[in-house]
């Protein structure tokens, strides 16, 4: 049996909270074989990409696993509005506004930071406050809006102010992309959203795996631990899906 073979042969089903075939698909697909050339001709990622160059702190690898996921999976959800905790410039946000905008007209995505760099951190992250502090609110507001991204919606100041605000005026989400790399920020956007997003809804973490940002690998442990919850994927970023376990 040839590799590819091997992936099309993983159970096709929701075990543990998660689809073991989605998961291998895309991670074996992007670290193994050439998904990632292929994915990078097509028009609509290179759209994306280019926005998104020069203003994004994102690998481009874990931009193409955000691009297979809303492409090919969100579309079965019955939501595809999409959160963001982390924005910094706005790179990765502008970069699933395109993809959203395209494939899914009347989706939102909402793009949450301080716009002022990191608030407080803990002694476990690497990061100290004011780190990202380089972005400039107006400066990307005007990039979204000469782009066309009517369905992106920036929303500054601290999660933890902010998000209860906006969890009362929005539906439920597809995909939520925590990419703030401290402690204290993933696990309360973790817990904040757990409940408000739809059945098979995506949890995207762009730093959990990354050594300079152990306060989230801690926070995703005790995701699992307390939730109890098998992770869909683990390379190049690591994503849970929610509201699927028996
Ligand atoms: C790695 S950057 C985000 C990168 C971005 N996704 C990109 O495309 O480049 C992490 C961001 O998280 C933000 N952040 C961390 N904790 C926060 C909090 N509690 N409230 C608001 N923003 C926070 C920081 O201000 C910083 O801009």
Redesign the pocket.
């Known amino acids: 049996m040839n590799e590819n073979a091997r992936v099309e042969h993983m159970p096709d089903r929701i075990e543990r909270g998660r689809n073991v075939r989605e998961g291998y698909q895309r991670g074996w697909g992007l670290q193994f074989d050439k998904l990632a050339d292929r994915i990078v001709k097509e028009p609509l990622f290179g759209q994306a990409f280019q926005l998104a160059q020069g203003r994004?702190?994102?690998s481009p690898y874990n931009l193409i696993n955000l691009y297979l996921i809303v492409l090919h999976f969100l579309g079965r959800l019955e939501s595809h509005d999409i959160i963001?905790f982390?924005?910094?410039?706005g790179?990765?946000?502008v970069f699933m506004a395109w993809c959203l905008k395209t494939l899914y007209p009347g989706a939102k995505i909402y793009a949450?930071?301080?716009f002022e760099?990191?608030?407080e951190t803990e002694d476990i992250d690497w990061h100290k406050p004011g780190d990202?502090g380089g972005?400039d609110i107006d400066e990307i507001c005007d990039f979204a809006d000469r782009a066309g991204l009517d369905n992106l919606v920036f929303v500054k100041g601290?999660?933890?102010d902010t998000l209860p605000i906006l969890l009362k005026s929005v539906r439920p989400f597809g995909l939520a992309h925590i990419?703030?790399?401290?402690y204290?920020?993933v696990k309360y956007c973790q817990d904040a959203m757990w409940d408000r997003m739809c059945k098979g809804g995506y949890l995207v973490y762009?730093d959990a795996l990354v050594s300079s940002c152990f306060g989230a690998t801690q926070a995703v442990e005790e995701l699992i631990m307390e939730r109890r919850v098998h992770c869909e994927q683990i390379w190049p970023h690591a994503v849970f899906r929610v509201g699927l376990q028996s």
């Open positions: 994004t702190a994102v963001e982390g924005s910094y410039r790179g990765s946000a949450l930071d301080t760099g990191m608030p990202f972005a601290r999660f933890q990419d703030c790399d401290i204290s920020a762009d």
